[in-house]
T-cell receptor, first 116, second 115 residues
Framework: DTGVSQDPRHKITKRGQNVTFRCDPI?????LYWYRQTLGQGPEFLTYFQNEAQLEKSRLLSDRFSAERPKGSFSTLEIQRTEQGDSAMYLC??????????????FGPGTRLTVL | AQSVTQPDIHITVSEGASLELRCNYS??????LFWYVQSPGQGLQLLLK????DTLVQGIKGFEAEFKRSQSSFNLRKPSVHWSDAAEYFCAVGPNAGNNRKLIWGLGTSLAVNP
């Protein structure tokens, strides 16, 4: 296992620009999660994929946010028309398991977004 | 409502002293329980987890945690803290059934270690 990787690690953008982040899960992990973490807070759930299907989206995920996981491998999270309130650490996690089984989420290093 | 409470926002201990970080949860059923550690600017590393069985679980780096169902608690302990343990510690809970295993997180406890 090479672990969960995220790219880029840091992104600075101007308000109104679009940004896209990538997450590569641990190989063969069928579940992939996106979380957002702001300073002094715990992570907040954004969305979840099982294979290529996006099964749940948080109400935190406005229509400016979109996530994909084509072919059930890597995932991308796009934020359109960024706002200063989008500044946060975006964390990706993956896990392996089927319904009814136990699984553990393994996290990537995160992408820190700063919107100026 | 589902929630996780970590009552201590910040704790300072001396190196070599014992440590206990508190975690209480509110959940509809017995959840899966996790402790993660996060160093500055880094992602989250799993310390330990409880799914079932023995309520005292051992983790990495000498940490252990005890699940107490009657108190809805999952406190993290370490008998002797090292300077490298200074970090942010998060308790999280998740469902033990269903497809979506999204985690509910506490706000974290920041640990400082005095030499």
């Amino acid at each position: 296992d090479t672990g969960v990787s995220q790219d880029p690690r840091h992104k600075i953008t101007k308000r109104g620009q679009n940004v896209t982040f990538r997450c590569d899960p641990i190989s063969e992990h069928n579940r992939l999660y996106w979380y957002r973490q702001t300073l002094g807070q715990g992570p907040e759930f954004l969305t979840y994929f099982q294979n290529e299907a996006q099964l749940e989206k948080s109400r935190l995920l406005s229509d400016r946010f979109s996530a994909e996981r084509p072919k059930g491998s890597f995932s991308t999270l796009e934020i359109q028309r960024t706002e200063q309130g989008d500044s946060a650490m975006y964390l990706c996690a993956s896990s392996s398991g089927t319904s009814g089984s136990t699984d553990t989420q393994y996290f990537g290093p995160g992408t820190r977004l700063t919107v100026l | 409502a589902q929630s996780v409470t970590q009552p201590d926002i910040h704790i300072t201990v001396s190196e070599g002293a014992s440590l206990e970080l508190r975690c209480n949860y509110s959940y509809g059923a017995t959840p899966y329980l996790f402790w993660y550690v996060q160093s500055p600017g880094q992602g989250l590393q799993l310390l330990l987890k409880y799914f079932s069985g023995d309520t005292l679980v051992q983790g990495i780096k000498g940490f252990e945690a005890e699940f107490k169902r009657s108190q809805s608690s999952f406190n993290l302990r370490k008998p002797s803290v090292h300077w490298s343990d200074a970090a942010e510690y998060f308790c999280a809970v998740g469902p033990n059934a269903g497809n979506n295993r999204k985690l509910i997180w506490g706000l974290g406890t920041s640990l400082a270690v005095n030499p």
